[in-house]
């Protein structure tokens, strides 16, 4: 059985970080930190409160793919990703046949409560409006498991690991 490889996705302020890192421990699995891949033209133009475009993306997605290309058969991965569009999905799926996806959602004033509390994060919560409006909430043809951020990180976890069918290590 190949090892877990999940992306965890939302948009800023959902708890990616948190539940990935989380579930990657219960997995034994690494962890990646997406955002650690951005090139840094794309942290100054989010520090500066800009959003992303498509174009600015590319080369951060391209990252995340090779990561996950680049897995052993017996490796497994967690990676917080927005992965706010389709398409960004589509070429996360190309990198690896077998990811799977957890996008956690929750209620914009939760979320902004969220991002005005984080510190030490180079995205202003000015951005969280930019995300929210560029999210294409994945379709059910995309078969990902969506997930309310209301409820407690350890239990986002459980569920996670319930539905997906998950063995911890």
């Keep these: 059985m190949t090892p877990p490889r999940l992306i965890i996705m939302g948009v800023s302020g959902c708890g990616k970080s948190t539940v990935g890192q989380r579930l990657a421990q219960r997995l034994g699995v690494a962890f990646l930190e997406g955002d650690d891949l951005h090139p ?64 956690l959602h929750g209620d914009p004033t939760l979320l902004a409560s969220r991002l005005n509390q984080r510190q030490g994060h180079y995205m202003p919560p000015t951005l969280l409006a930019s995300q929210l409006n560029t999210l294409e909430i994945p379709s059910p043809d995309e078969a990902v498991l969506s997930l ?19 063995n911890p290590a």
Excluded at 50 to 72: F, K, Q
Excluded at 90 to 96: C, F, G, K, P
Excluded at 149 to 163: G, K, R, S, T, W
């Design 148 to 166: 309310d951020i209301a409820q407690p990180a350890d239990h986002l976890v459980a569920q996670i690991e319930q539905q997906l069918h998950l």
């Design 40 to 103: 840094p033209r794309n942290v100054a133009l989010m520090a500066a409160g800009t959003p992303l475009t498509d174009a600015d993306r590319a080369d951060w997605l391209d990252a995340i793919a090779a990561r996950l290309s680049g897995l052993g058969a017996d490796e497994g991965l967690v990676v917080s990703c927005s992965a706010l569009k389709h398409m960004y999905r589509e070429r996360l799926r190309a990198a690896t046949a077998d990811v799977r996806f957890v996008h």
